[in-house]
């Protein structure tokens, strides 16, 4: 049998590479064959801002957890069920796990499917009270319900590998802020405002360009990460500098845009003279200050439900002190929760293999071998304007 290393969650602020059993066509927890799953050699797999809140110890992950849920991979055995992935496919991993036959994602709410996390819908790979499943930032993993899940990258093998560092990242973070601007209403000719500058609110601007919007803006508290701002031909507003509508009115004329999506999520800082302090609702009523009356808000950032560092006993709880008076007030409409990664990733796909963006050199993505994932988390945890793409097997080039 082969070998298999990970990256395992060891406590707040420790993450090491360890021996880790190698996978079987398993469903976790129930010894039970997993006969339309298959088992993986990762090719890519990424470091996300949700899995930093969790080696921060902003969530009830336990120690043992083999982290990574941003997969792309070779198929390299099947179970008995699947029919149509064959091996040698390369593949992109959805960080949704669903089922395919539920209610839910018969409809195509595949983020929070019904039947494969026993404590809540959805579940994901490598992440606290997601159902159990193994993560993915390893050499290698199991994936069920293969056929459903699965996105084979194209036809030529080639050309997909001579794009991977961008193909890598339709496993979360692009189809993520995509769904951001899709669900908030961006179109043709919109003015937006993004809350945050990492790498899922600079893959929801390269989304914004390319649904057409006339004027992105994306705010941020960090020097690097609004310079990769401007050289993606947006705008960058830095927090620090004081109320927000007050410097969109210098930006661009206006105190308020069509549409606002919050990249930034429950570890939320303030503006101004507050920007040291945590305040886990800031970015949320922000959001409805800049929004036009009749707007729409996509909030892709994560909220969760136990925050054990959080401000206050509310916060601890996801209680938050949103003034959704004001939302009502302007007749805004919200859209929160996972993205359902199956409804855009093939488009997506399309869209980076006939080259109309180059979504890698947006995020400013990086490629890293597995033994270098414990200085990726440190480096990212301080701000680095990066994302950090893992090559366990040295295959990207």
């Known amino acids: 049998m082969s070998g298999n290393r990970g990256v395992v969650y060891q406590g707040p602020g420790k993450v090491s590479i360890e021996k880790i059993p190698y996978p079987k066509l398993e469903l976790p927890e129930q010894k039970r064959k997993c006969e339309h799953g298959v088992i993986l050699k990762v090719v890519a797999t990424n470091i996300c801002g949700s899995d930093q809140h969790m080696v921060r110890g902003r969530t009830t992950a336990e120690a043992g957890l083999v982290l990574g849920h941003e997969i792309t991979g070779e198929v390299i055995e099947l179970g008995r069920d699947v029919e149509f992935i064959k091996k040698g496919d390369l593949v992109s991993v959805p960080f949704n796990i669903a089922c395919g036959r539920c209610r839910n994602c018969k409809v195509g709410q595949t983020g929070i499917c019904l039947s494969v996390n026993p404590a809540r819908p959805g579940a994901a790979y490598g992440y606290v009270d997601m159902g159990g499943w193994v993560g993915g930032q390893a050499e290698y993993v199991m994936v069920p319900y293969a056929d459903f899940n699965l996105l084979k990258l194209g036809r030529d093998k080639d050309l997909a590998m001579s794009k991977i560092a961008d193909l890598a990242l339709l496993s979360d973070i692009f189809p993520t802020g995509f769904h951001g601007a899709v669900t908030a ?26 649904l057409g919007a006339a004027i992105v803006i994306v705010g941020d508290l ?7 701002v401007k050289k993606m031909g947006c705008i960058p507003l830095d927090v620090k500098k004081g109320p927000i509508p007050d410097q969109l009115e210098v930006l661009i004329g206006e105190r308020e845009v069509d549409q606002a ?8 800082r303030g503006c101004g003279h507050d920007h040291s302090k945590e305040r886990p609702a800031q970015v949320l009523n922000d959001m409805m200050t800049v929004c036009r009356a009749g707007g729409g808000i996509g909030i892709p950032g994560l909220y969760v439900t ?59 993505a990086t490629v890293i071998t597995l033994n270098d994932a414990p200085k990726g988390y440190h480096d990212f945890d301080l701000g680095a304007a990066r994302k950090y793409i893992i090559d366990p097997h040295k295959m990207v080039a």
């Open 185 to 210: 209403g961006v179109g043709p000719g919109s003015t937006v405002y993004i809350a945050g500058a990492g790498p899922v609110g600079m893959a929801c601007a390269a989304s914004c360009q390319l």
């Open 222 to 228: 960090n020097a690097d990460r609004l310079k990769q």
């Open 261 to 268: 999506i919050d990249c930034v999520g429950f570890e939320a």
């Open 306 to 364: 136990g925050d054990p560092g959080a401000v206050d006993e509310a916060a601890k709880i996801g209680a938050l002190s949103i003034r959704i008076g004001l939302g009502w007030a302007k007749s805004h409409h919200f859209h929160t929760g996972q993205c359902p990664v199956m409804k855009y990733h093939r488009q997506l796909m399309m869209a980076i293999l006939h080259d109309k963006v180059q979504i890698a050199k947006a995020v400013n």
